[in-house]
């Protein structure tokens, strides 16, 4: 990245970076971690996540025992431990803690008040209480709400949130931008669009679609399978985090997506071919309530203000996250099973 402008933030790769991760042992925050300590020899992370059914310490066994990292077992919303933790010293938080599924949201949204919005008020606090550097609030395009079947969003697109979830997201969006203009916090924002990758919980629906058709089980596609979605390769948006980090501007939001957009029915398709699985595994099922049509994303402004471009084609990300399934079977079956509950109380009770 050397070749990319420095200087719009006061943050060089050579300076020592105490970042604080929340939400670390999910999906998009363990690979946060790895992309990380893999590119940034100097920094150090501090993890705080509460261990919710989607936080998983297996996807952070390899490096659990590296002296850049500490797991600290916490809720965002414990205002004492949150300062406790900044106050030892951090320059950055990235705040991943959330609850993130839109059907959860839909049966009960108390959980997403209070870690969605609740949770990252507490951390904006805490930053301010202790001068840090930067607060990076990772977002997501589902605050925009919906598209039609053109267009895309752009960060200039209205908040429009359709769903429980997005709500809360979208709020804890708006409580950043209110601390940047009355606290002159240092934030951004990221809004990417649906990520895929390893370690991705089973709920979700590719590594659902994935691991239902290793067992040979049925693919449930919402209503008629037409609603659109702009899938990005995890390894991509961490990477866009990095760079938005080290190059964004401060009090401003980044979109992120890969420009690859697939209905759900196509994307399905596509993976039970990948599997060389017959496509009579799809159920049609009710819909989703309140249900998204289409989600895309435009890249200008991240592309031209940072330097960062997708590196991950589909064709090859799909393959690869499909193999990740298929290699490691035992960490999704655990979860599938329900014998990870069990799992979890007995490994980290003694923590
Ligand atoms: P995830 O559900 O896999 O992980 C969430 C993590 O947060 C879990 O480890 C959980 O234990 C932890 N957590 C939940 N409540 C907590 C609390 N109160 N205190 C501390 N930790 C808590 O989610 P994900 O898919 O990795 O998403 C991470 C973030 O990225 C979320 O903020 C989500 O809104 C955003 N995002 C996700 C996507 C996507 O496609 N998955 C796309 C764009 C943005
Ligand atoms: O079984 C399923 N069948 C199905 O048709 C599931 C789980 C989903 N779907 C549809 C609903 C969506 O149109 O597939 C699409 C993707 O669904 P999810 O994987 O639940 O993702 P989505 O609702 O789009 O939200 C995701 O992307 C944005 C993440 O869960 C959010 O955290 C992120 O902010």
Known sequence: MAHLEKGRYPM??????????????????SNFIHYILGEHPEW??????????????????????????????????????????????????????????VDRSIMDASPFIRTNIEGTQVLLEAAR???????????TDEVYGSLGST????????????????????SADLLCR???HTHGLPIKITRCSNNYGPYQFPEKLIPLLVTNALENKEIPVYGDGMNVRDWIHTEDH??????????????????????????????????????GKSHDLIKFVTDRAGHDLRYAIDNTK?????????????????????????????????????????????????R
């Not at 060089?12 to 925050?29: M, N, Y």
């Not at 267009?151 to 979208?170: H, M």
């Open 12 to 29: 060089k790769e050579d300076i020592k970076s105490r970042l604080l991760v929340t939400g670390g042992a999910g999906f998009i925050g």
């Open 44 to 101: 150090t992370i501090t993890n705080l996540d509460s261990l919710t059914y989607a936080g998983n310490l297996e996807n952070l066994k390899d490096i659990e025992n590296d002296p850049r990292y500490k797991f600290v077992k916490g809720d965002i919303t414990n205002r004492e431990l949150v300062n406790q933790l900044v106050g030892q010293g951090i320059d950055v938080i990235v705040n991943f803690a959330a609850e993130s599924h």
């Open 129 to 139: 209480e202790y001068s840090i550097k930067l607060f990076l609030q990772v977002s």
């Open 151 to 170: 267009g895309k969003f752009s960060e200039e697109t209205s908040l429009a949130p359709n769903s429980p979830y997005s709500a809360c997201k979208a």
């Open 178 to 180: 209110a601390y940047y």
């Open 238 to 275: 961490c990477r866009a985090l990095d760079f938005v980090i080290q190059h964004g501007k401060v009090g401003e939001a980044y979109n992120v997506g890969s420009d690859n957009e697939q209905t759900n029915l196509d994307l399905v398709k596509a993976i039970l071919d990948i599997m």
């Open 302 to 350: 991240i592309e031209s203000e940072t330097g960062w471009k997708p590196r991950i084609s589909f064709e090859e990300g799909l393959k690869n996250t499909v193999n990740w399934y298929v290699q490691n079977e035992s960490w999704w079956r655990r979860i599938k099973s329900g014998e990870y509950a069990d799992y979890y109380q007995q490994m980290y009770s003694q």
